[in-house]
């Protein structure tokens, strides 16, 4: 039998990409999926758009439930923990389009796989009108903790979790909710790369990624896409970033893994520290990112104490 994949899409004024997003799941390989909706309080048409392609389907295979209007993070965060303990989940953006064999790919890995495990792939960008500009990058691997607390490798809107790794996200849930972490793709990453999940980043591309003026993320693969995150390293942005993190993994590091616990643990010393004493203890660590200059990038932050938030955030006089 195929698994039940249960995809978690949230939405907010989505109603000028919604109809092709749907469409393409519909059109998926792998039929046996429901479609659970957040909406985020749409202004818009978005909830009809949903309400009649609920309507002309069996029961239970699309539905519309109220989201809890605090932003996109938040809202999958919410449908993580409202998702059958029991099946599999995909995560959904409103406004991409599915390749017919995205679910279908996912699954043919996932299904031979032993206790948790997370599949994510790469994907298509495009323009607003769906015009290719380019695939997304490859990243080489390897994947892990040491990986994950310093970069978001899976992408969410390519992302499937078994039901092992599910129940572990729904026991972390509510401490990333409280810690406010700001992306919530990259905090599966971290929670299930710490808990020893097993890990897959098909080459692939699954998804067509849509990028227009309302994009919570956008690309980050052009000149000013790669200046724009750097520039991130060093304004006090990623800081905060990997502060709310750190909080969040703290709060369920009962989940870790004992080697990742201490991982986690020399990390909250990493983000205390500034100067060689910072970069020391990255060092040691072996922290990486996936490319050679993504990982002198971290260590330079480190060197220069922005991996360090502000006294003022926190709470120092």
């Given at each position: ?205 699954v998804v067509r990624y849509r990028q227009h003026g309302n994009n919570v993320m956008g690309r980050n693969d052009t000149p000013r896409a790669r200046a724009a995150r750097f520039s991130m ?36 010393r990493l983000i205390e520290a500034s100067g060689p004493r910072a970069v020391a203890q990255a060092l040691r660590m072996r922290l990486y990112r996936q490319s050679r200059t993504g990982t ?10 922005r991996l360090r938030l502000p006294d003022h955030e926190r709470g120092v006089a």
């Amino acid at each position: 039998m195929q698994p039940q994949i249960t995809i978690l899409m949230a939405t907010r004024n989505g109603e000028r990409y919604l109809p092709a997003q749907l469409e393409s799941i519909l059109s998926q390989s792998h039929r046996n999926w429901r479609l659970i909706v957040s909406d985020d309080g749409s202004t818009d048409a978005t909830t009809s758009i949903v309400r009649n392609y609920a309507a002309t389907r069996p029961s239970g295979r699309i539905e519309l439930v109220a989201g809890p209007e605090r932003g996109a993070t938040a809202n999958f965060l919410w449908l993580i923990r409202q998702a059958d303990a029991s099946g599999w989940v995909a995560f959904s953006d409103q406004d991409d389009i599915w390749n017919p064999d995205k679910l279908a790919r996912a699954v043919d890995w996932l299904a031979r796989q032993d206790g948790p495990a997370v599949y994510a792939a790469r994907t298509t960008i495009c323009d607003e009108n769906m015009n290719e500009l380019a695939p997304a990058p490859h990243f080489p691997g390897p994947f892990g903790f040491r990986n994950a607390l310093v970069q978001a490798c899976l992408p969410g809107n390519t992302t499937v979790v078994n039901a092992a790794a599910l129940r572990i996200l729904q026991s972390g849930a509510a401490a990333a909710d409280a810690a406010g972490v700001i992306s919530h793709d990259w905090w599966v990453y971290q929670l299930l790369s710490g808990a020893g999940a097993r890990i897959r980043r098909d080459d692939a591309q699954v998804v067509r990624y849509r990028q227009h003026g309302n994009n919570v993320m956008g690309r980050n693969d052009t000149p000013r896409a790669r200046a724009a995150r750097f520039s991130m390293l060093f304004d006090g942005s990623y800081a905060g970033w990997i502060a709310r993190n750190q909080v969040a993994l703290e709060d369920a590091r009962d989940l870790l893994l004992p080697e990742n616990r201490r991982l986690l643990e020399g990390f909250g010393r990493l983000i205390e520290a500034s100067g060689p004493r910072a970069v020391a203890q990255a060092l040691r660590m072996r922290l990486y990112r996936q490319s050679r200059t993504g990982t002198i990038a971290i260590m330079a932050a480190a060197l220069a104490g922005r991996l360090r938030l502000p006294d003022h955030e926190r709470g120092v006089a």
